[in-house]
């Protein structure tokens, strides 16, 4: 008997007892009958008639006689009504015959559920909302329970520092009396703050999984319903059934969507609901073995509230894995894929997917798999692996996609641009790959592999990235001999680059705390103004180069780095160098 038929079981039992009650009960009322005079006086002598008038209807000769009889001494009395030919003589005679009474028919069991079947009907469906209503926010409160899942800690890889963060609170739901004996109490609520698709989610399950705990999860959004009150109550059964169930771990994803910042959020459904929450996470102790943990990409629309001491009073920080962690992640969904040279192969994607989430290297894993079965390989090569990071990052390549002779030359021209600006940069990390193949929006893209992560850069770093942006529309001036639309999306990155280094980051001539300033506009025209210079002079000095890999790439379509030293009579020499997200790619974006 599956839960939706157990739910909707009380709705019919109580809807076929109605109709019990309905349909054997005395009929109030006779129906309407045409009869004639011998028929009414055979009915009067039958039974008295304890009162009675006569109403003309809209036809001629056709009156209603309306009345009262009664069965017998101890017998209810009954209301009749009749329709009858005669005329208002002829019944007035009859009514006034000494000891007269009718015998009005009794009507049969189906013109009696005929009758009702329109209140059966109503008087059902009031009693379905009824059921419905007193049980709205049960449904999505119980739904999503899972009973101690099967994740553990050896299933999450990249993000160890908060693993280490959230061990104590395992501990304490294996072991409270370890605690409590002294005399210590676990945070209410941990609140995971991290970009989309970095684990948080995966996180809270494995912490359950350890702990050998319950797991209540939901999300923001099933505590927002049009009916006020209704979020509130859906907080309470939460809470409730995780008290009934300890150890338990309450995992709401999403949080900003029910918790958001009271001043701003005008909605009384809503801010009835976060109060619901504020006054739940008060009234629970922690030593009760039950843990509240929460999930948020936007920590900064929360209400001050609910971050206080004493409900979520410790956050984790989930962050982008760097490249141990994305080694680790990879290795970690790479299990049972058939990869040839793993280690290699896995390093190198690694090295190349700065700024990727757990959940887009996953991505890569299954695309490259794909990409494999489609080609009928049996195994999966780093040639696979790297076209599936530029299909997750890029898009997929777009090879149905005609352009014009001179529209692949300028393409052409621009990214060997962007290639030979990077390879005289000292701090940058070292070129990967240059390409022509149109991917996504990117009708050509640069790429690079940085040694390791790195989390500070200086000034002389960021100038030479925006010499490296200012690349490919320096080779369209001095090849192509006009500009394009096409360096689009460098110039946006050049442009938000230095916009931050003078307001943000405070490396212009002067400290400018007012966006507005028209000096400090000037600062960002002139760190433009001189990329876009350097990037001329290289193009000028190696123009012999430029044109080289310009040609090469028009029929090659895509070169690694050693193909470019190689095609410059250059050794691979080893580089030293560092990435950020913003510089690990130079793209050429379609108009």
């Known amino acids: 008997m599956s839960d939706k038929f157990k739910r909707f079981l009380p709705v019919l039992i109580v809807a076929f007892v109605a109709a019990l009650v309905l349909l054997w009960q005395p009929n109030p009322k006779a129906p309407v009958e045409e009869i004639g005079r011998a028929k ?38 009954v209301d009749f009504s009749i329709t009858t030919h005669l005329t208002e003589g002829q019944i007035q005679a009859l009514l006034d015959r000494p000891n007269s009474g009718v015998q009005v028919p009794t009507a049969s069991v189906k013109s009696r559920f005929i009758e009702h079947a329109g209140t059966l009907i109503v008087a059902s469906l009031v009693i379905c909302l009824l059921i419905y209503h007193t049980n709205i926010g049960r449904s999505k409160g119980t739904h999503k329970v899972r009973q101690r899942p099967s994740i ?50 995966m996180l809270a399950r494995a912490m359950a999984g350890e702990a050998n705990a319950h797991f ?28 009934s169930q300890k150890p338990a771990i309450i995992f709401i994803d999403e949080i900003d969507c029910l918790g958001k910042n009271r001043k701003t959020d005008q909605n009384g459904e809503m801010q009835q609901t976060n109060n619901a929450l504020l006054t739940e996470m008060d009234g629970f102790d922690s030593s009760e073995g ?56 896995l390093q190198v994607l ?41 299909k997750v990052r ?39 790959k240059v390409s022509i193949i149109p991917r996504g929006q990117a009708l050509g893209t640069t790429t690079t592999m940085p040694r390791e992560d790195q989390n500070i850069h200086s000034r002389k770093f960021l100038v030479e990235q925006l010499a490296v942006l200012m690349g490919g529309r320096a080779a369209e001036n001095i090849f192509i ?21 003078i307001h943000d980051w405070g490396m212009g001539k002067k400290l400018y705390y007012e966006p507005s300033r ?40 895509t070169l690694t780095r050693e193909e470019v030293l190689q095609l410059f009579g250059q050794s691979p020499a080893e580089e030293s160098g560092s990435s950020d997200p913003t510089s690990a790619t130079s793209e050429l974006a379609a108009a």
């Open 152 to 201: 553990r800690f050896a299933d999450v890889a990249g993000i160890e520092e908060a693993k280490s963060e959230v061990q104590e609170v395992i501990d304490f739901l294996r072991d409270p009396a370890k605690y409590k004996k002294l005399g210590g109490n676990l945070p209410k609520g941990i609140l995971l703050i991290g970009p989309p698709g970095t684990g948080k989610t």
């Open 518 to 557: 028209d000096d400090a506009e000037r600062e960002i025209n002139s760190l433009l103004e001189d990329a876009m210079k350097t990037a001329h002079e290289i193009m000028h000095k190696f123009r012999k180069e430029t044109e080289l890999l310009a040609e090469k790439l028009l029929t090659d379509e």
């Open 290 to 345: 039950v843990i509240v943990v929460a999930a948020t990409n936007r920590p900064e629309d929360l209400d001050e509230a609910l971050l206080r001491p004493g409900r979520f009073d410790r956050k984790v920080f989930v962050p982008l894995p760097d490249a141990k962690g994305r080694r680790a992640i990879l290795q970690s969904h790479g299990r049972k894929a058939p990869i040839h040279a793993p280690e290699y192969a």
């Open 350 to 390: 690694a090295q190349t997917t700065v700024g990727m989430s757990g959940a887009e290297l996953a991505n890569v894993i299954n695309e490259a798999a794909i990409i494999s079965a489609q080609k009928k390989n049996t195994h999966i090569s780093l040639t696979e692996l790297e076209e599936a990071r530029d």
């Open 394 to 432: 890029f898009g997929k390549e777009r090879r149905s996609m005609i352009l014009q002779a001179d529209e692949r030359r300028v393409v052409a021209y621009h990214e060997a641009g962007h290639a030979v600006v990077h390879l005289q940069m000292t701090q940058l990390p070292e070129l990967h």
């Open 40 to 77: 009414l006086e055979r009915l009067m002598e039958q039974k008295a008639i304890s009162s009675a008038n006569l109403t003309p209807k809209a036809y001629k000769d056709i009156y209603e006689v309306k009345g009262t009889y009664q069965r017998g001494m101890t017998s209810p009395k």
């Open 216 to 243: 209540f999860s939901a999300s923001g959004s099933d505590f927002n319903e049009m009916y006020v009150g209704v979020g509130a109550k859906r907080v309470r059964d939460l809470f409730r059934q995780a008290r």
């Open 481 to 501: 001999g006009d500009m394009t639309n096409g360096a689009n999306g460098d110039l946006d990155s050049a442009k938000n680059i230095a916009r931050k280094m």
